[in-house]
């Protein structure tokens, strides 16, 4: 039997561990972006058009929604920040299509 062929993990265990840590890196990475947006309100650069937009939970979910393409339009920036919205709309989609394509190679891997 050749050592290099086994493996610890079952196929379902890879595919839980491998959701799970892309999804969380997804979350990371809206975090990234609302700390983006809450510095560039600090700044002085943009904004939100909203009045309610006060804590960082809601940068937080304005962030989430626009990384999902999701855009729901409840919150919406202003200034300069409308930039950054844009890329990060455009780097969820890629991200998320990145993740979808790499669960795929996960769930079918050994299945020749």
């Not at 979910?61 to 855009?71: K, Q």
């Amino acid at each position: 039997m050749d050592s290099t062929k086994r493996s610890t993990f079952t196929q379902s265990s890879r595919l839980l561990f491998a959701l799970y840590c892309l999804g969380t890196a997804h979350i990371v990475e809206a975090g990234l972006y609302a700390l983006g947006f809450s510095f560039g309100e600090i700044m002085g650069i943009g904004g939100f058009a909203q009045e309610n937009v006060d804590s960082f939970m809601e940068v937080f979910y304005f962030s989430v929604v626009n990384y999902s393409s999701l855009g729901l339009g409840d919150i919406y920036p202003t200034g300069h920040l409308r930039f950054l919205a844009g890329i990060e709309a455009l780097n969820g989609f890629l991200l998320i299509s990145c993740s979808a394509s790499t669960i795929f190679l996960v769930a079918t891997r050994g299945k020749e």
